[in-house]
Structures are given as structure tokens and as C-alpha cells.
């Protein structure tokens, strides 16, 4: 084989092949978009129902607003769930969505801390910073 064409088959041991490392991080990319792209629909299709619960002090259904909120106890994955922001301890019949299948992170940043109510054991195990994550809140855009 001609000199000149060696180096395409030389692989450096520690850095690997260019192209390899270029499409791990075109991937990572991909995948991350696509986590967003997928709680962005979670949030849109659950950010402005209201709690139906019916409730005796004010003889209607409760009207809260749903909320990232946490249990006390289990692990940081299974505690946490959207919530009726007016939810009391022991009270049934509020809003409630398990976040089993969702990317925490990806959440909290979406819904924004003024609509996430998560204890800071539960960001800080999540590495999670309000002030790295632009203040909590995003910007979305609709294609047209």
C-alpha cells in the first residue's frame, strides 16, 4: 500500500478514529434534542388543565394548576410527578401524572421554577441548578 494512503487505516490509540468521536456527539446531540422535543409536548398538553376535584369549602372543583412536585421518601426518579399546586397532604382526587418515563432534568427546565415545587436533595442528586438552566425558564418557538 502506498504511503500516502496509510494513514487511513493507522487508528491513534488514544484518541481514537476522528469520524467516531464526531458521530458520538452528533448522536448525543440528536438524542437530546429529541428528549426535549418530546417533555416540550408533555408540557403543552398538560400545562393548562385545571385540578377537577370537587371541593366543599368553595362548592366547585378545585381550579389548581399542575406543578412538578415531589413525594418525601423513594428515590429521586420515583418521587417525583406532576401535581395539583393546591394539593394537601392526605387530600385524594387532585391532579396527578407520574413522571416514570421522563427525562427529570429535561422537565424541570421546561415547566420552570416557578412551576416546580422539588426539594433541593432532589436537584441537587439531579445536578441540577436553576441559574446554569437560564433562570428556569424557556423559550419556545412554533415553527409556522
Request: hydrophobic share 35%; glycine share 6%.
Amino acid at each position: 500500500m502506498p504511503d500516502e494512503h496509510r494513514h487511513h487505516l493507522e487508528v491513534d490509540e488514544m484518541e481514537g478514529h476522528p469520524w467516531a468521536r464526531l458521530l458520538a456527539a452528533q448522536e448525543q446531540a440528536e438524542e437530546s434534542r429529541d428528549t426535549m422535543q418530546t417533555e416540550l409536548v408533555f408540557y403543552m398538553s398538560n400545562k393548562d388543565i385545571l385540578c377537577d376535584r370537587y371541593c366543599t369549602a368553595n362548592n366547585g372543583p378545585c381550579g389548581g394548576r399542575p406543578v412538578v412536585r415531589a413525594f418525601k421518601s423513594g428515590s429521586t426518579w420515583e418521587r417525583l410527578f406532576i401535581g395539583c399546586e393546591r394539593y394537601r397532604h392526605r387530600e385524594t382526587g387532585h391532579i396527578f401524572i407520574p413522571l416514570r418515563n421522563h427525562d427529570p432534568k429535561a422537565v424541570l427546565k421546561i415547566w420552570g421554577k416557578t412551576r416546580s415545587w422539588v426539594p433541593e436533595d432532589i436537584l441537587a442528586d439531579l445536578d441540577f441548578d436553576w441559574d446554569e438552566e437560564n433562570d428556569g425558564t424557556i423559550s419556545i418557538f412554533f415553527p409556522s
